[in-house]
C-alpha cells in the first residue's frame, strides 16, 4: 500500500502546544504521524523557536520567516494572511501532488493560486475570523490596535471567500459548522484535537477554584478582570488566576482581593496540575466563536466546570457544565459548587459525551477520508 502524504502548512510553530490554535496543530500532526501518514510540515516563524521534537511526527519540516513589515497594514488583504506568504514554500508544494492542509484562514495566502488548481487542498477554519477579531476590537483599550482590529475584520470577512476554492473547509465546532454551511457548500465537522486520551478526574473535593488561560489575549484578560471584579470579589471562595503575560490592570485588580492569586507565566504541566485539583474551573468567555480547548482540557481532567452561555452554546458539552450568565448567578453557583463532591458517576456522564464526540480517533478518521 503506497504511503500517503500530507503538506500542511501551519500559521505558526506547533511546539511547545501551549495554546488554542497550536494545540489542535500540534496533536492533529501526532494523531496523522501515528495512523501512518507522512507529514511535510511548513512553519511560520514568528517569536517561537525552531522545534526539533516536531522531526518525530514530520518527515520533513520547513520554516519560513513571517513577514512583519507595517507597510502590509495597508495591504488590500487582511495583514495575518498577506505577512504570511512565501514563493519558497509555494515552490515546495509544487514539487508534488500531495494534498495541502491549511491551518487556519491565516495561512490561506496561497490557496488562491492558479498553481494549485486541481490539488486536494483542506482548510481548518479555527474560528469565523473575522467575528473574532471585532470581538477583540470591542475589548481593547488602543485606540490604535481597536482600529487594526476592526480594518481587520472587514478584510477577513471579504477574503473568506476564499475558501470556496478548497476541497473541504473543517469546521473546529457545531455552531460554526452551522454558519459556515450558509455561505459554503464543502464544509465538514473535525472537532479539536487536543492532548487528552480518555477522561482523567479526581473525585473528591478541591480547596479552589480555577481560571486559566492565554492572558494577554484580550477576550481573556476581559474574563479574568470580570472574575477578579465582579464574581470573586470579597468572596470566601479562593481563586487562581493562571496563565501567560497578565496585563497591569489584571494584576492591579487581584491584588485588591485576599483571596485571588495570580500565577503569571508557569509551565503547561503545572497549569494541567491546578486543573486536575481545582474544585471549580471557571470560564467564561465574551467570544463565542471556535471551540475553547481550556474547555476540553477542563472536562476532561477537572471536577465542576462553571461556564457562561457563549462558552457552550451549540457545542454538545452543555450537559457537562454548570451555566450563568451574570455576576450573581455565577457568585451563587461558585458558592454551590465548592461544597459539592464530585462523584464517580459525574465521570461517567463526562465519558459518554466526550469520548465519542470529541475524541481524537473520531476527528481522525474523519480527516484520513478527506484527504
Excluded: W
Excluded at 47 to 71: D, H, I, P, W
Amino acid at each position: 500500500m503506497t504511503a500517503k502524504y500530507l503538506h500542511i502548512v501551519s500559521f505558526d510553530v506547533p511546539f511547545p502546544p501551549n495554546y488554542g490554535g497550536v494545540i489542535d496543530v500540534f496533536y492533529k500532526i501526532k494523531a496523522l504521524h501515528e495512523a501512518g501518514v507522512k507529514i511535510i510540515l511548513h512553519c511560520f516563524e514568528y517569536g517561537r523557536e525552531e522545534a526539533r521534537e516536531l522531526e518525530t511526527y514530520c518527515e520533513q519540516v520547513f520554516y519560513y520567516k513571517r513577514q512583519m513589515n507595517r507597510s502590509l497594514l495597508f495591504h488590500t488583504l487582511p495583514y495575518i494572511v498577506v505577512s504570511r506568504r512565501s514563493e519558497v514554500l509555494m515552490e515546495r508544494l509544487l514539487n508534488d501532488q500531495h494534498p495541502i492542509l491549511f491551518e487556519g484562514l491565516h495561512s490561506c495566502y496561497h490557496l488562491n493560486d492558479i498553481r494549485l488548481r486541481g490539488r486536494i487542498c483542506l482548510v481548518r477554519n479555527h474560528n469565523i475570523e473575522h467575528d473574532y477579531y471585532n470581538s477583540l476590537a470591542q475589548v481593547e483599550k488602543s485606540v490604535f490596535r481597536k482600529m487594526y482590529f476592526k480594518r481587520e475584520a472587514v478584510k477577513l470577512r471579504a477574503f473568506e471567500k476564499v475558501m470556496t476554492l478548497a476541497s473541504s473547509v473543517l469546521a473546529i465546532s457545531r455552531a460554526d459548522e452551522e454558519t459556515l454551511k450558509k455561505r459554503y457548500s464543502n464544509v465538514q465537522l473535525v472537532s479539536a484535537f487536543h492532548p487528552n486520551g480518555q477522561v482523567s478526574i479526581c473525585t473528591g473535593q478541591g480547596n479552589f477554584a480555577l481560571y486559566h488561560g492565554n492572558l494577554e489575549v484580550g477576550e481573556n484578560n476581559e474574563a479574568a478582570i470580570y472574575l477578579a471584579t465582579q464574581v470573586f470579589s470579597d468572596s470566601n471562595v479562593p481563586l487562581i488566576v493562571a496563565g501567560k503575560n497578565p496585563s497591569a490592570e489584571l494584576v492591579d485588580a487581584i491584588s485588591k482581593q485576599k483571596n485571588i492569586t495570580l500565577q503569571g507565566n508557569i509551565l503547561t504541566n503545572e497549569i494541567d496540575v491546578l486543573i486536575r485539583e481545582a474544585q471549580i474551573n471557571v470560564l467564561p468567555t465574551f467570544q463565542a466563536t471556535g471551540i475553547k480547548l481550556k474547555l476540553l482540557a477542563a472536562l476532561f481532567n477537572g471536577r465542576h466546570c462553571l461556564v457562561n452561555s457563549p462558552m457552550v452554546s451549540n457545542t454538545g458539552l452543555e450537559t457537562l457544565c454548570s451555566i450563568a450568565d451574570t455576576p450573581v448567578s455565577m457568585r451563587a453557583e461558585v458558592d454551590r459548587l465548592f461544597n459539592l463532591s464530585f462523584e464517580p458517576g459525574a465521570i461517567i456522564r463526562r465519558e459518554q459525551v466526550l469520548c465519542p464526540a470529541f475524541s481524537n480517533r473520531e476527528s481522525l478518521q474523519k480527516l484520513l477520508k478527506l484527504i
